[in-house]
Nanobody, 115 residues
Framework: QVQLVESGGGLVQAGGSLRLSCAASANIFNINTMGWYRQAPGKQRDLVAAVTTGGTTNYDDSVKGRFTISRDNNKNTVYLQMNSLKPEDTAVYYC?????????WGQGTQVTVSS
């Protein structure tokens, strides 16, 4: 079964840190871009950060300098290190994996930042 398994969300105080992980099942082949999106209540799902197979990264302006995306190609896993978290970072975070022919989404993990 093809799946993405996310972990690492939770509740943290403003200024704190969290690390999200997303592991793609071994039967997902030819992975290109891996990324993280987030969706706050009543808002659309927006890109947070993405990383290509070659390691090129792209960040939303709101997280530049605070979040770092990385990937382990041997483990089909993408990470999001989130530092200096703010209440406005509160959202459900979704992992997205793009292959040559398909697009996969994770189930989402809640990140809540208290002030």
């Amino acid at each position: 079964q093809v799946q993405l398994v996310e972990s690492g969300g939770g509740l943290v105080q403003a200024g704190g840190s969290l690390r999200l992980s997303c592991a793609a099942s071994a039967n997902i082949f030819n992975i290109n871009t891996m990324g993280w999106y987030r969706q706050a209540p009543g808002k659309q799902r927006d890109l947070v950060a993405a990383v290509t197979t070659g390691g090129t990264t792209n960040y939303d302006d709101s997280v530049k300098g605070r979040f770092t995306i990385s990937r382990d190609n041997n483990k089909n896993t993408v990470y999001l290190q989130m530092n200096s978290l703010k209440p406005e970072d509160t959202a459900v975070y979704y992992c997205k994996v793009r292959t040559n022919n398909n697009l996969y989404w994770g189930q989402g993990t809640q990140v809540t930042v208290s002030s």
